[in-house]
């Protein structure tokens, strides 16, 4: 339904009157219209939503799915749908950059990785995270890292691929979850995003008793249409219990001052910055990030083909100070010692006389050739065999036999390349805009004794009290056949029924016939007869009841 | 950051300030008192937060409550639970253990609940220190009291120590108008003295070197008036120390005493050195001197450069608890790990204040530091490769072309007081040999010594080759260029006393210069003894010889 099909002229009001309709709007149905919003798959147009639609804060799109009205977003807020807004710890945002760092710097050996980074090696960096918990998402996160290929166990030492460390830093904090914690989310896009949804929305949870939170983890199941085990949710310290109280961590805010100190410490509070853990050391993570840049972590750099004017550029690049004078002459030392010895993984091919001649002289083959140790003896490129083995058959000479001595096995990265992301995180204020006013709506209802008012105000159609109330074909109860013909129209279109009684009592609900004389409204079963006036009202109106005793006590 | 929110405390009790906030004084002024100073580098300065720094915070009069007080105020993030409780229950923990008077030869310790005494007594290290009374009581003789107390502290029990240090023999000591103390250094007597009750008059005060930690200690000597030993490093310190007293006090010569291998002087001031008061004929005998610390009717004993105290002085040091105490430095970084030692038994750290403050306010000079790289002569190459890891270091730091970097250096700053300073002595000869410039080593005599560093100090001798001897507690007011040609191994300590030889204010900067090979172990050395004065916020630049013309 368009906002200009709104009954009797709402769209005016909520033109006029913003303000006011949407202070009327109940904290349910704010939480409703929030549901709207975040729901991955969308939401139907439903009873349920009538009363938001026929006051145009929610609109069907082409898609048939429900959509948030731009006014409408003014009554949207993540509290009370996820909890209370209670005080939260921080999320440990640095635990991935960190346990990168550790692959980086060739830190865990293979074989042994799992109790090396179970020790205190790396859960002391999280002072404010139980160890175990740590340690358990430490070995969880690092398996996966090793199964979507960015850090390889298969050279006998765990190592950073540099390309797909990148590619995963550039996702969103949930989307890296979201490939950690479930198995299979690097080939399923739309799984991704719903778990990272999930996570996202776990994350904002907040002052959730205990005894409660199988609830809320329904709703945000139901929001992202996935789940991921409530376990996996504290392993990864999404969730934090505290005194019988759950909340998601705090996320950490946008990055404000960087500081690169003399004695080489990279200090932060906010977000990591994407590329640290590929030249810094992690030295702690709690409300300050602190990392430093030493010789090994420098080492590590230059290993992923790193430069010191790479490392300088970045530094600066983040750092809202000078860079200390000494820290470009430092690494540009400590790269020079790098620099000048180097390994390389060659193929030794040993020739006669003759034929180290014609190989010396053939074009095809100098770019494998990496170096010459004597007459006959040629340092061959390993990756490039096929081609100079093509090239030495090309020229003449085809009986070179299989390359003998230890294999080196070149793995290759992992075929499934990490996706790129996806997932943009919601943006909903936490609070909403214009909030709900109760005290309101019942001085307005109070206002009145006209029964069809009292109930349109109640139900958020009238928001003020100089707004007239519109006119409604009411059928008298005298006329019966008329009034049967407006009932049956009620109940075959799925409108509500108003129905006003000889003492003044009125019931506004979805009727249902159940004989010939008699229809039930809000489970009361009342004889047609009796009805003294009736209409039809629109879906969004509430059910109600009212009695004239609800004037007298006022 | 936050401009009234300059502190951030995290999950492991550090807190680190942002020394670029407004806020940022008034926020050190009120932590200092329960926080130890970790670091500080130009941009955010490290505080602990230790059960002995709440413990000694609370022992002269701060609250948990005042602490949270304070932490609320000036943390710009929610402070973890954790914290709150760690401080209430450190706090709560003060008070359980109580050392009384009881009478001329013992002291009464009283526990809060019997099962405390019951844990004591479970104690190894405790056995034959304390002998139950009752079930909530023990004695414990007096020459034990500071001994009991480091141990217990290091079990996790703080003792309350209740007993009133001891007067003294009075002695009145009146500053001369002719100087005006600074702000911290009054600032840091304060801290100190406190307001005389219980848990005063013992502490650490550190300060940088050339600030002037000797006025701390004589303005705290005229504040407490009574009769005071003085301990220091070395014989040159001892004449220092002399020769301040003389000028900044009304002190006379015979009220001054002079306590060394040249001199055995007992006066109501005196100064000595620990080497006299640990002298003994082997090392089977008793450390008879130890008498002079007992004997002299002493009221306040002075630890100059206390990072260097030696063990021997330790344990003494344990017997002296109902006497004030001093310990002055610069830098508490003991190489051996002994600095919670010095705390328990001289005193807790009273005060500490970052290096580059008191530079920008021109207290100390503006010191620039410089490694200066250099190659290992082609000679010498295959020597380092098949040297072992320390003979490695010897030989890098042997290296002879350090001679010709030294002189580019001296051309450099030719007409200004240098100081050329090195660890081993042949190549501290060959640069004698090289230069024929004046030389002190351990086995230059006293009166040798004093002789050089007048001329020094005069100006007649502007070039001076010293040895380790010179590393500490020696006044060179005017010296503004240090040479290191080599050091020992990574000692962040000494890095810095060397570079405190030239922080005394003065009309032009200093320079620190550290000579090292390039590419061999004494890069990494050279790095680690950097530690201490990086972290005080200093940057070395780092020069290649060859860009010394």
Redesign the interface.
């Known amino acids: 339904m368009s906002e200009k099909a709104l009954p009797f002229d709402f769209g005016s009001t909520l033109e006029d009157r913003t303000e006011e309709v949407l202070g009327a709007v109940t904290e349910e149905e704010g939480m409703l219209l929030t549901e709207i919003l975040l729901s991955y798959d969308g939401i139907y147009p439903s009873d349920n939503t009538a009363a938001l639609t026929d006051r145009g804060l929610a609109f069907s799109g082409d898609d048939g799915k429900l959509h948030v009205g731009e006014k409408g977003m003014k009554a949207v807020s993540l509290f009370p749908l996820l909890g209370t807004k209670a005080k939260r710890r921080p999320y440990p945002e640095a635990f991935i950059p960190f346990l990168l760092s550790a692959v980086a710097s060739s830190t865990l050996q293979s074989g042994r990785w799992q109790k090396m980074i179970t020790s205190d090696f790396f859960t002391a960096l999280f002072p404010g995270i139980e160890k175990e918990r740590i340690a358990g998402a430490a070995v969880k996160a690092m398996d996966r890292l090793l199964k979507l290929g960015i850090a390889d166990d298969s050279e006998g030492e765990i190592r950073l691929r540099r390309p797909e460390a990148e590619s995963f830093m550039r996702l969103t904090e949930e989307e890296r979850l979201a490939l950690i914690i479930k198995e299979g989310c690097e080939h399923n896009r739309e799984e991704r995003e719903r778990t990272a949804l999930y996570i996202h929305l776990a994350l904002l949870l907040s002052g959730i008793s205990e005894d409660r939170i199988e609830k809320y983890l329904d709703l945000i199941a139901s929001l992202s249409g996935t789940a991921v085990p409530e376990e996996d949710l504290f392993l990864f310290s999404i969730l934090d219990e505290n005194d019988g109280i759950i909340s998601g961590r705090e996320f950490p805010g946008k990055r404000d001052t960087l500081a690169v100190s003399s004695d080489f410490s990279i200090t932060y509070t906010g977000t990591s910055p994407g590329e640290i853990y590929l030249y810094a050391s992690p030295i702690i993570t709690d409300s300050i990030t602190e990392w430093k840049l030493t010789k090994s972590s420098l080492k590590a750099a230059f290993s992923l083909d790193m430069t010191p004017d790479d490392v300088r550029a970045s530094l600066s690049e983040l750092s809202s100070f000078p860079l200390p004078d000494t820290l470009y002459p430092r690494i540009s030392g400590w790269f020079s010692s790098f620099s000048s010895l180097h390994a390389d993984r060659v193929l030794l091919l040993t020739a006669d006389e003759r034929n180290a001649r014609i190989i010396d002289a053939l074009p095809t083959l100098r770019i494998h050739i990496i170096g010459k140790i004597g007459d006959n003896l040629f340092l061959m490129n390993t990756e490039t065999e096929p081609l100079w083995r093509r090239a030495l058959e090309n020229a003449g000479f085809d009986m070179l036999g299989p390359t003998s001595g230890p294999h080196f096995e070149k793995t290759m990265a992992d075929e499934n390349k990490l996706p790129p992301r996806s997932f943009n995180p919601p943006e909903i204020r936490e609070e909403r805009e214009i909030a709900f006013s109760e005290e309101q709506a019942k001085m307005l209802s109070d206002s009145t004794a006209d029964p069809l008012r009292k109930i349109l105000i109640l139900s958020g159609f009238i928001v003020a009290e100089a707004q007239p109330t519109p006119s409604i074909d009411m059928v008298n109860g005298l006329y019966y056949q008329e009034k049967l013909r407006l009932i049956h129209s009620a109940i075959t279109e799925g409108k509500k029924l108003y129905a006003e009684f000889v003492d003044g009592s009125v019931l506004v609900g979805k009727a249902e016939r159940t004989d010939e004389e008699r229809i039930s409204v809000n489970g009361h079963l009342i004889e047609i007869a009796r009805i003294w006036r009736t209409a039809i009202l629109p879906k969004g109106i509430k059910d109600l009841e009212l009695h004239p005793s609800d004037n007298d006590s006022q | ?1 936050e401009e009234d929110r300059p502190l ?5 009790r ?1 807190m ?1 300030l ?1 020394v ?1 906030s407004p806020a940022a004084d008034k926020c050190r002024g009120e932590i200092i008192a329960f926080a130890d100073l970790v ?1 500080s ?4 300065h490290t505080y602990q937060i230790s059960q002995l720094s709440l413990w000694n915070a609370i022992s002269s009069g701060l609250t948990a409550d005042e602490i949270l007080r304070r932490l609320e105020r000036w943390s ?3 402070l ?2 954790r914290i709150i409780f760690y401080i209430k229950d450190q706090a709560e923990r003060y008070g359980d253990f109580i050392l009384t008077e009881l009478d001329d030869e013992y002291l009464l310790l009283t526990v809060r609940r019997p099962v405390f005494a019951l844990q004591l007594k479970a104690e190894d290290s405790l056995r034959g220190m304390i002998e139950a009374e009752d079930e909530k009581t023990f004695r414990v003789k007096r020459m034990m009291r500071g001994v009991l107390k480091a141990r217990m502290i290091k079990l996790g029990f703080p003792v309350d120590d209740r007993i009133p240090l001891k007067k003294g023999v009075p002695q009145t000591i009146k500053l001369r108008n002719t100087f005006t103390p600074r702000p911290y250094q009054i600032e840091a007597v304060n801290s100190l003295l406190g307001d005389g009750g219980n848990g005063t008059g013992y502490g650490t005060i550190v300060l940088p070197c050339g600030s002037g930690k000797t006025i701390a200690g004589i303005l705290a000597m005229a504040r407490l008036g009574m009769r005071t030993l003085i301990l220091c490093p070395n014989v040159t310190a001892v004449h220092q120390w002399i020769r301040e007293l003389l000028d900044k006090t009304e002190l006379t010569e015979n009220e001054i005493g002079e306590y060394s291998g040249e001199k055995k002087d007992m006066k109501p001031v005196t100064v000595c050195t620990y080497q006299i008061v640990t002298w003994r004929p082997d090392t089977d005998s008793e450390y008879k001197r130890f008498s002079l610390f007992r004997d002299g009717g002493w009221g306040f004993i002075i630890y100059d450069e206390v990072h260097m105290l030696p063990a021997p002085v330790f344990r003494i040091t344990a017997e002296l608890q109902a006497i004030h105490r001093l310990g002055l430095t610069a830098t508490l970084v003991r190489e051996d790990g002994r600095e919670d030692e010095v705390f328990s038994l001289v005193g807790p750290k009273r005060y500490d204040t970052p290096w580059s403050e008191l530079e920008a306010k021109g207290y100390i000079a503006k010191a620039y530091c410089h ?1 200066v ?1 250099l190659p290992l002569p082609e000679e010498k190459e295959i020597e380092y490769a098949i040297a072992k890891k320390r003979e490695k270091y010897r030989i890098a730091a042997e290296n002879p072309l350090k001679i010709d970097a030294a002189k580019k250096i001296i051309r450099k700053h030719e007409g200004e007081s240098i100081l050329i300073i090195g660890q081993y002595l042949d190549q501290l000869e060959m640069f004698q040999n090289e230069f024929g410039y004046p030389i002190i080593t351990g086995a230059t005599a006293t009166k040798k010594r004093d002789e050089l560093y007048t001329l020094f100090r005069e100006g007649k001798v502007k070039v001076l080759i010293v040895s380790k001897v010179a590393n500490a507690a020696i006044d060179l007011p005017d010296a503004s260029v240090a040479i290191q040609i080599s050091g020992t191994f990574g000692s962040r300590q000494e890095e810095a006393q060397r570079l405190g030889r030239i922080l005394r204010p003065k009309s032009h900067d200093s320079h620190f210069y550290t000579l090292v090979t ?2 061999t172990e004494e ?2 050395f050279a ?1 680690n003894r950097q ?1 201490f004065l ?2 005080q ?7 290649k010889v060859e860009s010394y013309v």
């Open positions: 950051m951030t405390v995290q999950s492991d550090t680190l942002d670029h670091k580098p130009e941009h955010v710009r993030f929610d973890d639970s490694e790289r390039e590419y890069e990494d790095q530690k990086s972290e916020g200093y940057s070395y630049t780092i020069e």
